[in-house]
């Protein structure tokens, strides 16, 4: 092979060597660190998440508004959720429980 060819080809080389030495520096400059795209994509995915639960928290947010402002103007509604949650009874009422067949079975 002539001198020129060979001096050729070691040129290529190194430009290669160069560009790939290059294009890694790039992607680790650019690609790591706290404002790499790594960490970035990282965040995107965190805040997508975020978003969703402050929608979910929102919706249940309202639901709960709904239900004390109910509590307040709706004294029936009010005594029949604390009927069913504490078991109140009126002076002379008798409370019953049913319980399913089944639940009667599992106990030893």
Do not use: C, H
């Not at 080389?13 to 030495?21: D, F, I, K």
């Not at 109910?70 to 009422?93: C, F, N």
Request: no cysteine.
């Amino acid at each position: 092979m002539p001198a020129g060819g060979r001096a050729r080809g070691r040129r290529r080389r190194l430009l290669a060597a160069v560009m790939l030495g290059a294009l890694a520096a790039f992607l680790v400059i650019f690609g790591t660190g706290p404002y790499g795209w790594i960490n970035m994509v990282r965040v995107n995915r965190q805040q997508a998440r975020l978003r969703r639960e402050l929608m979910v928290n929102m919706a249940r947010n309202e639901l709960l508004r709904r239900e004390i402002k109910r509590m307040k103007e709706d004294s029936l509604y009010l005594e029949t959720k604390a009927r069913e949650r504490y078991g109140l009874v009126k002076p002379g009422e008798t409370s019953y429980r049913f319980y399913p067949a089944d639940s009667l079975k599992s106990r030893p």
